[in-house]
């Protein structure tokens, strides 16, 4: 019935068949399979200290099948930051939601509701990552009230800028946007959390593009690469480089300038290695590309583009590259 796999004493050992593992399973009385799921996510804690971050997702089931829930959500939180970092940003909102569930199916105690205002922003900000902003709206909404109660300023600053870029992005209403992304960019430096500030910097930047103000978008642009650059974030320097050649410079007709900088991002985006800033990248360079008139390397770099965004499940970033190529089709020689 079990396989030994390994060399003792790291072997483990597994079911031959998934079809008996589930047998066996299903024979085993609910209380007592809480307890052995409780059991076994203490003996890998235990025993794995010292990789202990290698073990977050098994962790994280087994502390939600021993309805474990706060010991649950928390391994959740840490699977979908170790998610982010390596760009999976579909996997981290998988964790997301579930740390989401699970901290509201838990007794409702100050340190909870905390944790339940943490868990929804962050949520909120991988959906804004991946420009989905309909998901991330709906992701801080329950929160709004609560994280302004609590008086939680970070949270708070970042919450407004989902609603701001929602506001902007989806609902065109661009007075909107501004006013939440100001109480946005107010509080953040206020508190001087970079983080926050690289966001809020970014999505007035973006808004004020979306409203033709081009001139006034670059400042806030640059200061986000300005932080970006300090901190040498890699991803952030490329994908903001990325939105300026898109953005403002190939929009003010500033074509050999756009083409450099998305080059530039693009060169980065290939050295940091990471799926989300060559999703920024290689549309940005197709559409520099295609100003150019360079048909052949923006179609290249479209097509590029889009397959990273359908990895990515990054909306906006895919039309983008979608409409760019089927513009250069359009245009290029048959």
Not at 237 to 244: C, E, R
Not at 251 to 275: C, K, T
Not at 307 to 324: K, P, Q, V, W, Y
Request: net charge negative.
């Amino acid at each position: 019935m079990l396989f030994e796999r390994g060399i003792y004493p790291e072997s483990t050992y597994i079911f031959k068949h998934a079809l008996t593992q589930e047998v066996v399973y299903d024979s085993i009385l609910t209380r007592r399979k809480k307890q052995l799921h409780e059991d076994i996510g203490n003996s890998i804690e235990e025993l794995h200290k010292e990789n202990i971050d290698e073990y977050y997702e098994i962790l994280a089931e087994h502390f939600i099948s021993s309805e474990n829930y706060v010991k649950g959500s928390e391994y959740c939180r840490l699977a979908g930051k170790k998610a982010e970092k390596t760009g999976s940003f579909n996997d981290a909102i998988v964790y997301g939601n579930k740390q989401v569930a699970y901290l509201e199916k838990s007794p409702q105690t100050g340190e909870v509701e905390k944790k339940l205002i943490d868990a929804r922003t962050i949520l909120g900000l991988y959906y804004f990552q991946m420009t989905n902003c309909v998901e991330a709206k709906a992701a801080v909404d329950p929160i709004v009230d609560l994280a302004t109660e609590r008086n939680y300023k970070r949270r708070v600053s970042q919450i407004n800028c989902v609603i701001g870029q929602y506001a902007g992005t989806v609902e065109e209403d661009y007075t909107k946007a501004f006013e939440y992304l100001e109480r946005a960019l107010s509080i953040g430096g206020d508190l001087n959390d970079l983080p926050t500030l690289v966001l809020s910097n970014i999505c007035m930047a973006t808004n004020l593009s979306l409203n033709c103000d081009f001139t006034k978008s670059l400042l806030y642009y640059e200061k986000a690469l300005e932080i970006n650059v300090a901190a040498n974030v890699l991803w952030g320097i490329s994908a903001t480089k990325a939105w300026i050649a898109l953005c403002v410079y190939n929009y003010q007709g500033r074509i050999n300038l756009g083409y450099a900088v998305s080059e530039e991002a693009l060169r980065i985006a290939n050295e940091s290695s990471d799926i989300f800033s060559k999703t920024h990248a290689y549309p940005a360079h197709g559409w520099s590309c295609y100003h150019k008139g360079y048909l052949k390397e923006a179609k290249e770099h479209f097509l590029k583009g889009a397959d990273f965004c359908e990895r990515l499940n990054s909306l906006i970033m895919a039309s983008t590259a979608h409409f760019g190529l089927g513009i250069t089709l359009r245009y290029s020689p048959v």
